[in-house]
Antibody, heavy 116, light 107 residues
């Protein structure tokens, strides 16, 4: 069974940093492209970042470019999102999502709250 | 960036109704479109990819059509478990933008 489990969320002050992790199991992680998608409280879905299976190709939403860094460790079946210079508007549930195109496997999300 | 619009933003319907949601892209995205269902407090669930391909296990009352810039999502016989919010998403170009969502609630 495909499983992705996010962790690392929490409360952080504006300007602070946080690193999200996503542990993958039940599939060959190194074969899969991966994404982060977020959802602010009561709002719609926002795609955040993409990384290719090898980690060579990366893309970001304009809203996070220069502040967030996506990475992966295929040996550890793990995806990461390093978030720096956090703002109140980054408050959201962050989802780890498999694939590009048919993005069918989503974790349950981890909540990031940016507040003083 | 490709902008995605959806209409309506919300609708009220009854069990057994036929429900139609439209999604429009600001430029040609071929058929690179997903439809998701999201229930309150849960992660989104992929229902349709490539505009019209039903995911395995998704009931056949759900369907999608369209290509280019105009897409349609239909629930042919609304069931109680279908009350939820539905999103379209394009994956033709980065950023992979979502539509704003359509909330389907009980009439």
């Amino acid at each position: 069974e495909v499983q992705v489990i996010e962790s690392g969320g929490g409360l952080v002050k504006p300007g602070g940093s946080l690193r999200l992790s996503c542990a993958a199991s039940g599939f060959i992680f190194s074969d899969y492209r991966m994404n982060w998608v977020r959802q602010a409280p009561g709002k719609g879905l926002e795609w955040v970042s993409f990384i290719s299976s090898s980690g060579i190709y990366i893309s970001y939403a304009d809203s996070v470019k220069g502040r967030f860094t996506i990475s992966r460790d295929n040996a550890k079946n793990s995806l990461y999102l390093q978030m720096n210079s956090l703002r109140a508007e980054d408050t959201a549930v962050y989802y780890c999502v498999t694939g590009a195109g048919a993005t069918r496997d989503w974790g349950q999300g981890t909540l990031v709250t940016v507040s003083s | 960036d490709i902008q995605m619009t959806q209409s309506p933003s919300s609708l009220s319907a009854s069990v057994g109704d036929r429900v139609t949601i439209t999604c429009q892209a600001s430029q040609d995205i071929s058929n690179y479109l997903n439809w998701y269902q999201q229930k309150s407090g849960k992660a989104p669930k992929l229902l349709i990819h490539d505009a019209s391909n039903l995911e395995t296990g998704v009931p056949s009352r759900f369907s999608g059509s369209g290509s280019g810039t105009d897409f349609t999502f239909t629930i042919s016989n609304l069931q109680p478990e279908d009350f939820a919010t539905y999103y379209c998403q394009q994956y033709d170009n980065f950023p992979f933008t979502f539509g704003p969502g359509t909330k389907v609630d009980v009439k």
